[in-house]
């Protein structure tokens, strides 16, 4: 892989402001948060920044939100829970970047904050110390489409670029590659190239939990591939989230206990079986009760039995089958919640900036 299809990490915007605020909290000891979020490309980016900043002499306190009862995105009582751990900054990773209000609430209780993301801005861009985002319309970037994990991983770059440590930074690219692939950004120019790399990395992993996963995947450490992430190893770590609890995947890529790691991988092996039953039942009612529409141009369904853990999986499903952008919705007295997918001839979060007044909150890329 070439090294010149690496962007230089000082072009995102805020990068500069990033950097230097971080260096501030490292030097007066402060605590720092690291808000990620609860899919594979949050839970490796969390894992990254949070290694990284080990190497700098802190250890961040991590917090992955809960799918079913916080959602993606910011939620202001998660922020007091780091602010009752004395939590000063707050780094995003994989999210924050339409979370305009919680980001104002957060400034006001007098937190810092730093967002990394790689999601569509809104028309306006939240009030943080810095906010990095290769798609801001601003950004002079060479890779629009990083993953999260991706846009964490240019700001430890940044961070260290002084000093010298390419060999451990070069350490952190199994995880990279492992949310790169699975949040399915195109794997061209820079992210072909962390990903390449990144394979290698995976492929002699020193993290125990992922070799105690591969092995349980009936996978070859030596021979996995882009595929073995998106069919096999992803869908493993997604599995926590949507049957349980995401922590359980973070634990797995961080845990230094053999007998940890036996267990963790052990456990979202039967979340994952869990998890096929449940879509492929969620899908047959779903396709069902879809037959009595005659088929509209979007699909849209919904049902207050429909498990907010695998309504993306389904949507999914759907548009692999008919063409169509799907909506799956889990319905509730007060609030419903929905996963879109949809085709590359329809961008579906322009389509809900569209509809914005209805809406609680959403957000995400073109096609989910």
Not at 4 to 12: I, K, V, W, Y
Not at 87 to 96: H, K, M, P, R, Y
Not at 159 to 170: F, G, H, V
């Amino acid at each position: 892989a070439d090294r010149r299809l690496e962007g230089n990490p000082f072009l995102l915007p805020g990068i500069t402001q990033a950097v230097s605020r971080i260096y501030k909290a490292l030097l007066s000891g402060e605590k720092i948060g690291i808000y990620g979020d609860f899919d594979v490309d949050g839970i490796t980016a969390t894992a990254t920044l949070a290694e990284g900043l080990s190497w700098l002499g802190t250890k961040a306190i991590p917090y992955i939100p809960d799918r079913v009862n916080e959602g993606h995105g910011l939620s202001l009582p998660a922020v007091e829970k780091l602010r009752e751990q004395r939590v000063s900054l707050v780094i995003t990773v994989d999210c924050g970047i339409t979370d305009l209000a919680v980001a104002k609430q957060t400034r006001e209780m007098g937190i810092d904050m730093i967002i990394t993301d790689h999601h569509i801005p809104s028309a306006s861009l939240p009030q943080a110390i810095a906010v990095i985002d290769p798609k801001r319309k601003d950004s002079q970037y060479p890779c629009s489409d990083l993953a999260g994990v991706g846009t964490a991983f240019k700001l430890l770059q940044a961070l260290l670029y002084k000093d010298n440590r390419e060999k451990q930074l070069t350490e952190l690219l199994d995880l990279v590659a492992l949310g790169t692939v699975a949040d399915m950004v195109p794997l061209i120019g820079e992210n072909r190239y962390l990903v390449k790399e990144g394979l290698k990395v995976l492929n002699n992993t020193h993290r125990i939990g992922l070799q105690e996963m591969i092995k349980l995947a009936r996978l070859e450490t030596g021979k996995l591939d882009a595929e073995s992430i998106s069919w096999l190893l992803g869908p493993r770590l997604n599995a926590a989230s949507r049957m349980d609890d995401a922590s359980a995947s973070y634990q797995l890529l961080t845990t230094h206990s053999t007998e940890e790691a036996y267990l963790l991988a052990a456990w979202l092996e039967e979340k994952n079986a869990e998890r096929q039953k449940l879509t492929n039942e969620v899908l047959s009612k779903a396709k069902e009760r879809l037959t009595y529409r005659a088929y509209p141009p979007l699909l849209i369904e919904g049902d207050e039995n429909y498990p907010v853990g695998v309504i993306g999986l389904v949507a999914g499903k759907l548009v692999d089958e008919f063409h169509k952008p799907a909506i799956i919705l889990n319905l509730g007295s007060e609030l419903c919640r929905g996963s879109c997918r949809s085709i590359p001839e329809f961008n579906i979060v322009a389509s809900l900036e569209e509809c914005h007044d209805l809406l609680r909150s959403f957000g995400g890329h073109p096609m989910a």
